[in-house]
Nanobody
Protein backbone atom coordinates (compact mmCIF):
# COMPACT_ATOMS: atom_id res chain seq x y z
CA UNK A 1 0.00 0.00 0.00
CA UNK A 2 1.40 3.36 -1.03
CA UNK A 3 1.92 5.88 1.75
CA UNK A 4 3.10 9.48 1.65
CA UNK A 5 4.56 10.88 4.86
CA UNK A 6 5.10 14.62 5.15
CA UNK A 7 7.35 16.38 7.60
CA UNK A 8 8.88 19.77 8.23
CA UNK A 9 5.89 21.92 9.06
CA UNK A 10 5.75 24.19 12.07
CA UNK A 11 5.61 27.74 13.32
CA UNK A 12 7.85 30.35 11.72
CA UNK A 13 8.08 34.12 11.83
CA UNK A 14 7.29 36.22 8.75
CA UNK A 15 10.31 36.30 6.47
CA UNK A 16 11.50 32.95 7.71
CA UNK A 17 12.00 29.64 5.93
CA UNK A 18 10.81 26.07 6.20
CA UNK A 19 11.53 22.94 4.22
CA UNK A 20 8.83 20.34 3.79
CA UNK A 21 9.57 16.74 2.87
CA UNK A 22 7.31 14.05 1.45
CA UNK A 23 8.53 10.47 1.46
CA UNK A 24 6.69 7.81 -0.52
CA UNK A 25 6.75 4.11 0.26
CA UNK A 26 4.93 1.02 -0.89
CA UNK A 27 5.38 1.40 -4.62
CA UNK A 28 5.67 -2.02 -6.17
CA UNK A 29 8.15 -3.04 -8.82
CA UNK A 30 7.30 -1.37 -12.09
CA UNK A 31 5.33 1.46 -10.55
CA UNK A 32 6.73 4.90 -10.13
CA UNK A 33 5.88 8.48 -9.35
CA UNK A 34 5.29 10.50 -12.51
CA UNK A 35 4.89 13.84 -10.77
CA UNK A 36 4.91 15.34 -7.30
CA UNK A 37 2.78 18.23 -6.17
CA UNK A 38 2.29 20.31 -3.08
CA UNK A 39 -1.12 21.76 -2.33
CA UNK A 40 -2.26 23.86 0.58
CA UNK A 41 -5.56 24.65 2.22
CA UNK A 42 -6.17 27.54 4.56
CA UNK A 43 -9.23 27.71 6.84
CA UNK A 44 -12.31 28.64 4.86
CA UNK A 45 -10.51 28.42 1.54
CA UNK A 46 -10.29 25.86 -1.22
CA UNK A 47 -7.28 23.66 -1.66
CA UNK A 48 -4.84 25.26 -4.10
CA UNK A 49 -1.84 24.05 -6.04
CA UNK A 50 1.43 25.39 -4.68
CA UNK A 51 3.96 23.65 -6.90
CA UNK A 52 4.43 20.64 -9.14
CA UNK A 53 7.47 18.83 -10.50
CA UNK A 54 7.81 15.94 -12.93
CA UNK A 55 10.01 13.03 -11.93
CA UNK A 56 11.54 12.74 -15.38
CA UNK A 57 13.13 15.99 -16.45
CA UNK A 58 12.19 17.96 -13.38
CA UNK A 59 9.83 20.40 -15.09
CA UNK A 60 8.19 22.67 -12.54
CA UNK A 61 5.28 25.00 -12.22
CA UNK A 62 4.19 27.20 -9.32
CA UNK A 63 1.16 29.00 -8.07
CA UNK A 64 1.37 32.74 -8.68
CA UNK A 65 1.41 33.56 -4.98
CA UNK A 66 4.59 31.57 -4.31
CA UNK A 67 6.65 32.18 -7.43
CA UNK A 68 10.14 33.35 -6.59
CA UNK A 69 9.81 32.30 -2.94
CA UNK A 70 9.16 28.55 -2.99
CA UNK A 71 11.15 25.82 -4.73
CA UNK A 72 10.02 22.28 -5.34
CA UNK A 73 12.53 19.48 -5.86
CA UNK A 74 12.61 15.70 -5.83
CA UNK A 75 15.02 12.85 -5.24
CA UNK A 76 13.92 9.98 -7.44
CA UNK A 77 16.27 7.52 -5.78
CA UNK A 78 14.69 8.24 -2.40
CA UNK A 79 11.13 8.60 -3.73
CA UNK A 80 10.99 11.90 -1.89
CA UNK A 81 9.86 15.41 -2.77
CA UNK A 82 10.72 18.65 -1.05
CA UNK A 83 9.29 22.13 -0.83
CA UNK A 84 11.71 24.87 0.20
CA UNK A 85 9.72 27.86 1.40
CA UNK A 86 11.51 31.19 1.82
CA UNK A 87 10.31 34.69 2.65
CA UNK A 88 7.25 33.24 4.29
CA UNK A 89 4.22 35.45 4.79
CA UNK A 90 1.25 35.14 7.15
CA UNK A 91 -0.93 34.35 4.15
CA UNK A 92 1.14 31.20 3.57
CA UNK A 93 -0.39 29.76 6.73
CA UNK A 94 -2.21 26.57 5.77
CA UNK A 95 -2.14 22.82 5.90
CA UNK A 96 0.23 21.64 3.19
CA UNK A 97 -0.48 18.36 1.43
CA UNK A 98 1.82 16.27 -0.70
CA UNK A 99 0.45 14.53 -3.79
CA UNK A 100 2.07 11.87 -5.95
CA UNK A 101 0.71 10.90 -9.33
CA UNK A 102 1.81 7.45 -10.40
CA UNK A 103 2.58 6.31 -13.91
CA UNK A 104 -0.74 4.47 -13.82
CA UNK A 105 -2.39 7.84 -13.05
CA UNK A 106 -3.28 6.89 -9.49
CA UNK A 107 -3.37 9.80 -7.03
CA UNK A 108 -1.84 9.48 -3.60
CA UNK A 109 -2.05 12.03 -0.78
CA UNK A 110 -0.20 12.65 2.42
CA UNK A 111 -1.89 13.40 5.71
CA UNK A 112 -0.97 17.08 5.64
CA UNK A 113 1.40 19.18 7.69
CA UNK A 114 0.55 22.49 9.33
CA UNK A 115 2.56 25.58 8.44
CA UNK A 116 1.89 28.67 10.53
CA UNK A 117 3.55 31.99 9.77
CA UNK A 118 3.13 34.38 12.65
CA UNK A 119 5.08 36.75 14.83
Amino acid sequence: QVQLVESGGGLVQPGGSLRLSCAASGFTLGTYVMSWSWYRQAPGKERELVARITSAGGSTNYGDSVKGRFTISRDNAKNTAYLQMNSLKPEDTAVYYCNALSGALDDYWGQGTQVTVSS
